[in-house]
């Protein structure tokens, strides 16, 4: 019970700094382009993504969604053919600068992937694991704060308390995917990228972590991609509608779910393609 | 609109157009029987029109279970989710619509033993005609989609509450002029209050269409006349 106070009271003092804060722009796409060798996945993407908010990415698969989201953090990086063009910001400063430390533009933007998919270690040291390498925590007691404060965030501290050292992996799915995003709030990041989140999770476990959601926009700014229309209707307060690599339409997602402006958001929102 | 990948969703919803498009044409059907049955004292019509309301209830009740389905089912969005919203409601409105009329087709028989004087018979036929052309109106051009129609109609109502004011009037003297057209007059009275209320659920039922064909509300305020207030007190 004291974490939901100790959770409310975070909650309300959120409301009141998010008054302000709610139409400022945390990360800025300006023509972004995306190529996978040859072949262009993405073209010409200008989309906002705003402090406290949660943006919901959809579209039909191949729609260049989840392309988008991983310009975000630059996990694009990884993939050797993969070449972005135009300019992301993050705060205004362009992320693909030469100078940029990916390691910790990605601290900063974290990210939480369609499977749950915790280290072959055990629940706390999977917490540990990304405040240890970057140096967040000097004494044991300060880890311990950390993976205890991460854990209560995540919504996962009650059931985990008592069994820290049990390996993550012996988690339900549910679990592991909030486990997850302990290890991605763990380093303090200021946009969480979600790819999926609650695809492979059952209902119960898929409110949880909606749930969780609401309650982590009030510290952080959080982009979804999502499958599901009714989560990205129910989560987010902005929704980008994407399309053949192209960003259709962007908007309040009250309206976007209600009366969209454009057609093709209007068929695929309400089942006549994809 | 092009089809659902899914084609048993387009079914579905087919189904549910064509009970507002089956309870518009039962409501344009039992408001001009109640008043053909008023106005020629044909107590078989009235009857009629008492046991069709049983035919309205039915149909809202097989609605609103299909729309509730669907919205189980299907989570219909946007357009789809207007549509499916909108004709809850606009079944809700047909159904006072038919109820209505019934009370007007109940009225049949006391009215017809008094003797009606021919002029108000007239001016409630011409307010009945109003009223019939805005029930059939506002289902045609729902089907037919067309949402400016839908808001010109919908002032349209303004008519008939001047006509009700009127009738209101004529009513009112010929109680004075003739206190044994008392019992008639109050009877009839009832009856031009329903066809103006027939009206109003009209307007209603052109809002929930306009709405679900453009997703956006008309403007909350719409030219009201009703005077009746004002001629008690003069």
Redesign the interface.
Known sequence: MNIMTEQSLENAVGDKMNAKSNEVIKMRGDKVGVFYGEKQALFDVNLDVRQNQVTALIGPSGCGKSTFLRCLNRMNDTIDSARVTGKITLDEDDIYDKNIDVVELRARVGMVFQKPNPFPKSIYENVAYGPRIHGLAKRKSDMDQIVESSLKKAAIWNEVKDRLQEPGTGLSGGQQQRLCIARAIAVSPEVILMDEPCSALDPIATARVEELIDELRQNYTIVIVTHSMQQAARVSQRTAMFHLGYLVEEGATDKMFTNPDDKRTQDYITGRFG | ??????AS?DEELGQISKLIRDMGDLAGSMVSGSTKALLNSDNALAQRVVSDDAIMDARQRELDDRAITLIAK?????????AVVGSIRMAGDLERIGDLAKNIAKRVGTVGLSVTPRDLSHSIDAMAQLVLIQVQGVVEEYAAADAAALAKLRNEDERIDVKYTSVFRELLTYMMEDPRNITACTHLLFCAKNLERIGDHVTNIAENAYYVLT??QLPANRPKQDETAMATSA
């Open positions: 609109m092009g089809e659902h990948t899914v969703f299907r989570q219909p969005m946007a357009n789809d989710l207007r997703g956006q």
